[in-house]
C-alpha cells in the first residue's frame, strides 16, 4: 500500500515559521516528483511548491521567497519549510506524490493533509 503521512502542521504567529513534513512508503521515492499543495475551505487545491525527482523546484508566486521545498531520498520525506507566514497563509497543507509519462501524471498519491494556522 501506498501511503503518504504528514506530519508539523499547527498554530503559529504571523511572521513565525513552520516545517511540515511529508513521509512516503509504498513507492520508490526517488522516481516520484514530489508537491506540496494547499487547499482553502470551499476552494479547489492549489499548488504551493513541487519538486522533481531531479531535485529541479518551483513555487506559487505567492511563497516566493518565503517558502521552501526539500527532499531527503535517503528517509523517503518531502519538506516544506515555511518562514514569514502570513494568516492568508491558512489553509489545509497536502503532500502529493506524481509519476509522469510524457508530462502526464502516470500515478498520483496524496497525502492526509495537515492543518496550517497563521494567526495575526
Excluded: H
Excluded at 504567529?13 to 516545517?19: D, E, I, N
Excluded at 499548488?47 to 523517503?76: E, M, Q
Excluded at 497563509?89 to 498519491?109: E, H, L, M, W
Amino acid at each position: 500500500q501506498v501511503q503518504l503521512v504528514e506530519s508539523g502542521g499547527g498554530l503559529v504567529q504571523a511572521g513565525g515559521s513552520l516545517r511540515v513534513s511529508c513521509a512516503a512508503s509504498g513507492i520508490i521515492f526517488s522516481l516520484f516528483d514530489m508537491g506540496w499543495y494547499r487547499q482553502y475551505p470551499g476552494e479547489q487545491r492549489e499548488l504551493v511548491a513541487a519538486i522533481t525527482r531531479g531535485g529541479n523546484t518551483n513555487y506559487a508566486d505567492s511563497v516566493k521567497g518565503r517558502f521552501t521545498i526539500s527532499r531527503d531520498n535517503a528517509k523517503n520525506t518531502v519538506y516544506l519549510q515555511m518562514n514569514s507566514l502570513k494568516p492568508e497563509d491558512t489553509a489545509v497543507y497536502y503532500c502529493n506524490a506524481d509519476s509522469k509519462i510524457n508530462g502526464r501524471p502516470q500515478f498520483r498519491y496524496w497525502g492526509q493533509g495537515t492543518l496550517v494556522t497563521v494567526s495575526e
